[in-house]
């Protein structure tokens, strides 16, 4: 299973040159029948060395330094005698977890956008999720919805056990909760298994094709954290940890 999050449609081949290669919309557990008891979420766009300058206002992005990061962690049940109403938490393992690695993009002769891309979305069934294995640790704290100064720390190991890729994730997040902005640190996120190219954006994109094995196994390292850009049609960065079970119900 491949980790899909593209805006459908054509883009004309004269925006494409400043449009958004990335796009990764809401959380795939968004529609869970209730709040998860929490929710680690960490995306962006960013620039191969950590800076700003693959983009540049008005003029084509550097499609070989874009980069794309995601990490998603989620507690469905809760916890037993960890979660307190004052929001400070050393939490359970996450029941669900998706990660995704992208980049570098480049452009076919079409005016297609393509990505190589490494994914892992482990969780329950009926989540469109495969099956497999979470180990590790999670701490959060001050984990409210208000809370701007919100703390998520992971050292998480995943394995897929329909596609047979893993991912490593590690790190400390440091998030705004009311903003869902990153206030400071990141994770790091290694995938491990097939590469995919996948088409992100162009006259040939397809919300329901899936992307094309390149044949190619190896690892692909990429993290949040990095100074985020943007262009235009892209979706903002989005870094939250947020405890939601019994805490902040309106969540």
Known sequence: MILKRR??????????????VMVSAAPVLADLSGPAAYEI????????????????????????????????????????????????????????????????????????????????????????????????????????????????????????????????ITGTQVANNARDTLVSGGFNIAITGAQYDEIVAGPDANESAPPTPTGTTGTMWCSTGNPSVSTPGAPAPYFESELNDVIDSAS
């Open 7 to 20: 805006a459908a449609g054509f883009i004309a081949p004269s925006i494409i040159a400043v449009a958004s």
């Open 41 to 168: 979420e960490s995306k962006e766009q960013y620039c191969a060395d950590a800076t700003t300058r693959c983009i540049t206002p008005n003029q084509r992005p550097d499609l070989g330094s874009l980069r794309f990061a995601l990490f998603e962690a989620y507690r469905i049940t809760t916890p037993s005698g960890n979660l307190e109403r004052t929001a400070h938490a050393s939490v359970a393992t996450p029941e669900a977890l998706l990660a995704k690695c992208a980049g570098p993009h480049s452009m076919d002769s079409r005016g297609n956008i393509h990505s190589t891309t490494m994914s892992v979305m482990v969780g329950p069934g009926g989540q469109n999720l495969d099956p497999g294995t979470i180990s590790g640790s999670v701490s959060l704290r001050h984990g409210l919805e208000s809370d701007t100064v919100s703390t998520a720390t992971v050292a998480l190991e995943v394995a897929d056990s329909v596609t047979r890729d893993s991912a490593v």
